[in-house]
């Protein structure tokens, strides 16, 4: 009897630090849009900057996310989640005390490896603390909730805190991760088992990944001829292609090219894609244009997101119910129209709209994550061996954090052309809405899968708890 509290104890301990992780992670991924205006106030720099700040990140979560699973294995779950959590936190800290815009670059980038290398060592410590199936499936949905509030709250949180100090964002991250990594001591280690790590093709995506994310970051500073903008999408064709070309050679890639054979893998990608670039993008402007345009506070521009937010955590219990009887094709098709909706009504409302309107039309966007998301990652699943089921998601989440960079990379260099803000807006605006409305018709494509797998495992609801 004794034995088994302790060990449920020590269960409890290890879900509750994979829980503080992944809120950490995902709290960074968007509490910082509100902050941004602060953040060019008090360190300067211009909208380059401040891309970067968001895409240092997303960039470097995205780029090593597929081999920091191996990495986990290799190591053990622990020690890499226990040493994710060191990193996370020191260059939390170091945002935080950022001297200057550059310094909270590097910073966001190291947050970023930092972050990629947590989440999937945070659900193989669940998995292996809870070997029973139905009770490691209510710890995930307990960890995938944490995600979901940290998404939500994200937002007024960091407007709230940006009262005070923008650096607040930040540091809000040290207690939480002394808190994971007292808790993780409680932890026996974790067994190791050796993995092979495909060097070629991780340094090839990050070089892909960033050679395309820096070349449209910086065409929107010094135009799309300039010789660094072109120089870095040279670097990103050709890792692109050395990619490509050794992922179907060698014999244990980090992306099986044999997974996009599936029409369905490919269609959920390509959904998964769209959604984020509306999804990820629209925040990042609209928090700008609501504090320098409109003259909201940080807190301010938090409550008018705060809808939208709301609606993807109240309605996402209820997807799968809603996807039995009506299936998973028209749920997505519907999500993505009704963003493309909400994106083309807000490109198009005249710059006095009141703001009960924009949170009102924002929740259009805010509906396509619950009708989205979990059915097309079910989607997927189901349309995978179940061997392959870790991998997959892998990709349709890294295809995502694709999505999202490159929405501020490009929309970002719109808004700080010389037309104007407000042009730049409206035209970041109907691009999203037009990818948007491209992945509702790829949807339309989506084939019943031939085979329904188990339940999804805890790596893969991270995807959709992430949304």
Do not use: K
Request: aromatic share 8%; with cysteine; proline share 6%.
């Amino acid at each position: 009897m004794g034995s088994r509290q302790a060990r449920s104890r020590h269960s409890v301990a290890t879900l509750s630090a994979a829980v503080l992780g992944f809120f950490v992670i995902t709290l960074d991924a968007v509490v910082v849009n509100v902050a941004l205006p602060s953040i060019r106030a008090d360190l300067g720099g211009g909208m380059t900057g401040l891309q970067w700040v968001l895409d240092g990140y997303t960039l470097m979560f995205a780029a090593l996310l597929l081999s920091s699973g191996a990495l986990s294995d290799r190591i053990g779950a622990r020690r890499a989640f226990g040493a994710g959590i060191v990193v996370f936190v020191v260059a939390s800290a170091a945002c935080g005390l950022a001297p200057g815009l550059a310094a909270l670059v590097v910073a966001r980038f190291v947050q970023g490896a930092a972050a990629a290398v947590m989440t999937p060592a945070s659900m193989a410590l669940i998995g292996q603390a809870y070997p029973d199936p139905v009770r490691r499936a209510r710890a995930v949905a307990v960890w995938a909730m944490g995600g979901a509030v940290a998404s939500t709250s994200g937002p007024l949180l960091g407007g709230l805190l940006t009262l005070v100090s923008w650096r607040l964002i930040f540091v809000i991250n040290v207690p939480v991760g002394a808190v994971a990594l007292v808790l993780l001591a409680r932890r026996a280690p974790s067994p190791r088992r050796r993995a092979r790590f495909d060097w070629i093709g991780q340094i090839t995506a990050v070089a892909a990944m960033g050679g395309l994310t820096f070349g449209a970051i910086e065409a929107g500073a010094v135009g799309i001829g300039a010789p660094r903008v072109l120089a870095a999408f040279v670097v990103a064709v050709v890792a692109l292609t050395v990619f490509v070309l050794a992922e179907a050679r060698i014999l244990h890639p980090m992306v099986p090219l044999g997974l996009f054979r599936s029409r369905n893998v490919a269609i959920s990608n390509a959904v998964g894609f769209a959604f984020v670039v509306g999804y990820f993008g629209l925040p990042f402007v609209m928090s700008l244009y609501l504090q320098q345009l409109r003259g909201l506070t940080p807190a301010g521009t938090g409550l008018v997101f705060a809808p939208m937010m709301l609606t993807g955590l109240v309605l996402t219990p209820f997807s799968a119910r809603i996807v039995e009887r009506v299936g998973a094709r028209v749920l997505v098709v519907g999500g993505l129209t009704a963003m493309t909706a909400g994106l083309a009504a807000l490109a198009f409302a005249p710059p006095a709209t009141p703001f009960w309107v924009l949170a009102a039309l924002m929740v259009l966007v805010g509906l396509a994550g619950p009708l989205t998301m979990p059915p097309t990652m079910a989607v997927l699943l189901n349309s995978v061996p179940g061997h392959q089921a870790g991998t997959a998601s892998g990709v349709f989440n890294t295809s995502r954090q694709v999505g999202g960079a490159l929405a501020v990379a490009v929309f970002g260099a719109l808004l700080a052309q010389p037309a104007g803000f407000l042009t730049g807006m409206r035209t970041s605006l109907l691009i999203a809405a037009a990818v948007a409305a491209l992945g509702g018709g790829f949807a339309l494509l989506l084939a019943r899968p031939a085979h329904t797998q188990p339940s999804p495992t805890g790596h893969e609801l991270a995807e959709v708890a992430a949304t």
